[in-house]
């Protein structure tokens, strides 16, 4: 089993829609990552939560610790949020690597 | 300001060539990172830096080298490149190992081994 998982793998909206990314984690961490990678392939760093929640704009992560899991959601989703998301921890006594999923290719139709 | 630059961006090889990828960063960070990506898998870390002559493995070492001369350079050799080795390639650095930070990427580098 995967110590990071994401879901969905994939997802579909229509532009405005209310997007959820759920991320859960098997081990304990120091931190989350939230990375988003564009279709042209780079990669960019979104948040990096420790606990409770951020907002950046349209942006919201949240974490649970307790429950080992993560979210971000996306409000008025737009096709340029088209891109895949990749959550990623970082393990506690790690060295800073980091552990990734999978990502979640999310699509915004206009 | 750069941030993290990869260099080349493709690079075609036949099996057995060896060559470089270069990762340079300018913003003065102690941790730097290789990472590769395979398709339906998660980005895997190859080794690791956390500072200017200090190295280490990471998930997926083997067949690659590197070495960490400088604080700015942290190049990744392949010695005798292998199929295996297509993919793309991520170089990314942080402030402190220790420390709770974002990773800044480069724009990564796409290999095919033939």
């Known amino acids: ?110 | 300001n750069a941030g993290v630059t990869q260099t080349p961006k493709f690079q075609v090889l036949k099996t057995g060539q060896s060559m470089t990828l270069q990762c340079a960063q300018d913003m003065n960070h102690e941790y730097m990172s290789w990472y590769r990506q395979d398709p339906g898998m998660g980005l895997r870390l190859i080794h690791y830096s956390v500072g200017a002559g200090i190295t280490d493995q990471g998930e997926v070492p083997n067949g690659y080298n590197v070495s960490r001369s400088t604080t700015e350079d942290f190049p990744l050799r392949l010695l005798s490149a292998a199929p295996s080795q297509t993919s793309v390639y991520f170089c990314a650095s942080s402030w402190d190992r220790a420390a709770k930070n974002i990773q800044y990427f480069g724009a990564g580098t796409r290999l095919s081994v033939l």
């Open chain 1, 1 to 110: 089993k995967n110590e990071v998982e994401q879901s969905p793998q994939n997802l579909t909206a229509q532009e405005g829609e209310f997007i959820t990314i759920n991320c859960s984690y098997s081990v304990g961490i120091s931190a989350l990552h939230w990375l988003q990678q564009h279709p042209g392939g780079g990669i960019v760093s979104l948040f990096m939560l420790s606990s409770g929640k951020k907002k950046h704009g349209r942006l919201i992560a949240t974490i649970n610790i307790q429950e080992k899991h993560s979210s971000l959601h996306i409000t008025a989703s737009h096709p340029r949020d088209s891109a895949v998301y990749i959550c990623a921890v970082m393990r506690v006594g790690s060295q800073g690597n980091l552990i990734f999923g999978k990502g979640t290719k999310l699509s915004v139709k206009p």
